[in-house]
């Protein structure tokens, strides 16, 4: 399955915006974004998109019950 354009960009926008440093869980960053009108189809959804950018580094997984999600400085 292939990314669609824009996904992580929208994410990392909206972090930005709320000021967001904390890691969170992909139910909290999908709130966060339909709150502001830029919400992916689901929570499983901003998970996927997460994990993949994981395997570039631009993301750190934190395995814990349920996965949280750091965005780290450089993509």
Do not use: C, K, N, W
Not at 5 to 21: D, K, N, P, S, T
Request: proline share 5%.
């Amino acid at each position: 399955m292939q990314l669609r354009r824009g996904e992580f960009e929208r994410i990392r926008a909206v972090l930005a915006e709320a000021g967001v440093e904390e890691p969170l869980t992909a139910r909290e960053i999908h709130d966060l974004l339909d709150a502001r009108d830029a919400a992916l189809d689901s929570p499983h959804r901003v998970a996927t998109v997460l994990g993949r950018r994981a395997e570039t580094g631009a993301v750190e997984v934190i395995e814990s019950q349920p996965y949280r999600y750091r965005l780290r400085d450089s993509p």
